[in-house]
């Protein structure tokens, strides 16, 4: 068996939980392989709503094993917030998460660090959600990180060595915070995740292949936020893209089937950095407002703009991605007129590979302008009843990122969700 792996191809938020969630029932694993409680993933259903930090999307489905997997930073305090809140709301966890022992632990002067790292930055910082995310990647790449196999052995000695190495960088930026019932309630914290099934989840994956198990694998955050592809410094400390999976999960690369690239019809970015698409008129407000366009973790305002093909062609090479799964076309439902960037002008030169910086100053996008479909489509419920200028748009899309379409999201709940025969699936 190969495993699947749905990952975001934008700037993060692209609807990954609601499609995750969509697919599950046709998978026996679904596994989380990076990122941490940066992560906000929103699921709808039956009248309810969920966010999801560091918990894969899967588990609200028919009994799928879920797992945390290795590549993840996981903070204990929050996830006992989100695990005992998912508890509360019927939801039998324990007998269906599963976490790696080598997840790396978010301490609390992680977070303190994360923040004093942005104020130090002062003009040009990050703007990251401030979970302690770099620091904790830092220490894992640096060789100082505690993971959760550590609480099992000398784990005072090991806790207390990283957090006054941490104490002392925070003096170093000049400040000198109390910690004492931060720890408290993170070594509590500690406690309560052991509860949980702790396991060498490499192993369990690979024999879940051999058995002929299917696993789906929930990228976090989005292709232009990789450490290695994004905008760069502007994104997050993790390898969002489908080569994530493999580390975060200690799956082969021989063993990716398909990979969902998932896009939203337009585009969003919370947080600092480059985004050359982005509107700072009338239509991105009525995007964000359209949208709702704030963020699920810290609820800052997104910021909006057209949908970028020149970027996205590129998530698409980065990732091989397979297929794609186009989100929230419903927010443009009134729109008379719909642009897409299919080039870059820089220097007055036209390029069409997303280039090494996307911070040039006169760096202008070129539009092609679409007819909009000027139809309520979020009570659809199959291809048939897509009005033909919908159709066109989609067609235009599939023609310019040479990949096909097959499942179109046209509101935020689960039943909202249209899968399409695209004619690319059978060249
Ligand atoms: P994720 O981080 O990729 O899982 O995405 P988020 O949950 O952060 O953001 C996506 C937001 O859009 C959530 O509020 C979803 O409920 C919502 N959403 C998802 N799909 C659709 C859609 O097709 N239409 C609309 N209007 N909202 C959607
Ligand atoms: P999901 O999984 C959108 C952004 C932050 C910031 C940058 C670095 O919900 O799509 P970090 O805290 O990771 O060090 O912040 O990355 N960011 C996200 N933006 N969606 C996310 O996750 C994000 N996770 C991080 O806003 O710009
Ligand atoms: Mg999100």
């Known amino acids: 068996m190969k495993v699947d792996v749905l990952l975001g191809l934008q700037w993060g938020d692209e609807g990954k939980g609601k499609v995750v969630d969509v697919l599950t029932p046709k998978y026996d694993v679904v596994a989380r392989f990076q990122g941490g409680p940066n992560a906000g993933h929103t699921l709808e259903f039956e009248g309810k709503k969920y966010v999801l930090r560091s918990i894969p999307s899967g588990i609200f489905q028919h009994g799928q094993t879920n797992i945390i997997g290795n590549g993840v930073v996981l903070d204990p305090v929050l996830f006992r917030e989100e695990a005992e809140s998912l508890e509360r709301s019927g939801v039998d966890l324990r007998s269906i998460l599963k976490i790696s022992k080598k997840v790396h632990l978010i301490m609390p002067t992680h977070r303190l660090l994360d923040a004093a790292n942005e104020r130090a930055k002062g003009g040009s910082k990050i ?25 099992l052995h000398n784990f005072k000695d090991k806790y207390t060595a990283a957090r006054n190495r941490h104490l002392a960088q925070l ?51 989005g292709t232009m936020l990789d450490i290695d592809f994004g905008s760069y410094p502007f994104v997050t400390s993790s390898n969002t893209i489908t080569a994530g999976a493999c580390s975060g999960l200690g799956v082969a690369p021989n063993k990716i089937g398909e990979v969902f690239g998932i896009f939203k019809a337009y585009c969003t970015r919370v947080g600092s950095g480059p985004f050359p698409t982005e509107l700072f008129d009338e239509t991105g407000k009525a995007i964000r407002d359209k949208g709702h366009e704030y963020g699920a973790v810290t609820g800052r305002e997104r910021r909006c703009g057209w949908i970028d093909l020149v970027a996205l062609r590129y998530a698409i090479m980065v990732n091989g991605v397979t297929q794609l799964i186009m989100m929230k076309s419903d927010v443009l439902d009134d729109f008379d007129t719909i642009k897409a960037c299919v080039a870059y002008e820089i220097n007055g030169e036209t390029i069409t590979d997303f280039p090494y910086s996307i911070e040039e100053e006169d760096l202008k996008p070129v539009y092609v302008e679409i007819p909009g479909w000027k139809t309520d489509m979020t009570g659809m419920k199959s291809t048939d009843e897509f009005p033909k200028e919908f159709n066109d748009y989609i067609a235009f899309l599939e023609r310019e990122l040479m990949t096909p379409i097959s499942i179109v999201s046209i509101g935020p709940d689960r039943e909202q969700t249209i899968l399409r025969k695209s004619p690319l699936l059978n060249k």
């Open 171 to 221: 003096h170093a930026l000049g400040e000198d915070p109390d910690i004492t019932e931060l720890e408290k309630r993170w070594l509590e914290a500690i406690d309560y995740l052991l509860t949980f099934d702790i396991i060498d989840s490499e192993h369990f994956i690979n024999r879940c292949l051999r058995d002929g198990k299917s696993v789906l694998c929930e990228g976090a955050q």
């Open 127 to 151: 703007g990251t959600t401030g979970k302690g995310i770099g620091p904790t990647y830092t220490d894992k790449i640096s060789r100082n990180g505690i993971r959760l196999g550590d609480t």
